[in-house]
């Protein structure tokens, strides 16, 4: 399973604070049996450039190289990208395809968690139909108070969603969450992990919580439909 979602690469962001709280999330994600792991630190374009984000999280990977090589072990299935947070202008934005998922056109954007507008709907449509990009939302759950025609027509956009792992782990939550799963609403699915604390490695728990909901076989089939996207929007495929 991939976890879509996470904030595990060192002193980048408000996630991991250091090299050893990175690799004792690293050791969670192993201990709960998930394969590839997304690394996508905040962007946001107001006080940060592509360029130096970039060249700040290549290095924050690199520490974190080193120190798995001093400590001979395994480097994971490390996938480097961004959680960008939408801006007006966003669709126009220069430096977006850098901020994608490595190797791959799926850029994950935050949407605003002020009251959307039609506007910003469509400047997300704009990106998936004129940038070549395909967006995936991130952490759905969270928009589910917006405006229900805006909500709805953004759920109808060509494009995907991921949902993080305690959607389907608070009570009272988690069957929206499986519905919304079951209807292929959801694709991707992340845990956000920011630490060991209070924003942990939570994917494996919610993946048992769908397991028991919807059986094995629905979480095989996803992680396949993960891959394939992964594989369908690679940028060396063709060029
Ligand atoms: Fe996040």
């Known amino acids: 399973?991939?976890?879509?979602?996470?904030?595990?690469l060192p002193g980048i962001d408000d996630g991991s604070d250091s090299v050893a709280t990175s690799m004792a999330m690293l050791d969670c994600w192993k201990?709960?049996?998930?394969?590839?792991?997304?690394?996508?630190?905040?962007?946001?374009?107001?006080?940060?450039?592509?360029?130096?984000?970039?060249?700040?999280?290549?290095?924050?990977?690199?520490m974190l190289r080193e120190e798995m090589a001093l400590k001979e072990i395994p480097i994971p299935d490390?996938?480097?990208?961004?959680?960008?947070?939408?801006?007006?202008?966003?669709?126009?934005?220069?430096?977006?395809?850098?901020?994608c998922l490595e190797g791959?056109?799926?850029?994950?954007?935050?949407?605003?968690?002020?009251?959307?507008?039609?506007?910003?709907i469509d400047e997300v449509g704009v990106i998936a139909a004129t940038t070549g990009l395909m967006?995936?939302?991130?952490?759905?759950?969270?928009?589910?108070?917006?405006?229900?025609?805006?909500?709805?027509?953004?759920?109808?956009?060509?494009?995907?969603?991921?949902?993080?792992?305690?959607?389907?782990l608070e009570q009272g939550f988690s069957r929206k969450g499986l519905?919304?799963?079951?209807?292929?609403?959801?694709?991707?699915?992340?845990?956000?992990?920011?630490n060991m604390g209070h924003r942990p490695v939570n994917l494996g728990p919610a993946?048992?919580?769908?397991?028991?909901?919807l059986g094995d076989r629905f979480i095989t089939e996803l992680e396949q439909r993960q891959y394939d996207i992964l594989d369908q929007f690679r940028t060396d495929d063709f060029f």
């Open 1 to 8: 399973m991939i976890d879509f979602h996470s904030h595990f």
């Open 31 to 62: 201990a709960q049996g998930i394969s590839t792991i997304c690394a996508t630190p905040h962007f946001y374009a107001d006080h940060n450039t592509p360029e130096r984000f970039l060249s700040r999280r290549d290095t924050a990977f690199e």
């Open 78 to 99: 490390i996938r480097l990208g961004a959680e960008v947070r939408f801006f007006d202008g966003i669709s126009r934005f220069d430096g977006l395809s850098e901020l």
């Open 104 to 120: 791959t056109d799926l850029l994950l954007l935050e949407m605003p968690f002020r009251t959307w507008t039609s506007r910003m």
């Open 135 to 168: 967006p995936v939302a991130a952490h759905i759950e969270r928009y589910l108070d917006q405006p229900r025609g805006l909500l709805k027509e953004f759920l109808k956009l060509n494009i995907f969603f991921q949902s993080n792992a305690e959607f389907f």
């Open 179 to 194: 519905k919304m799963l079951k209807k292929g609403v959801i694709t991707f699915l992340g845990s956000d992990a920011h």
């Open 207 to 213: 993946l048992e919580v769908i397991s028991r909901s």
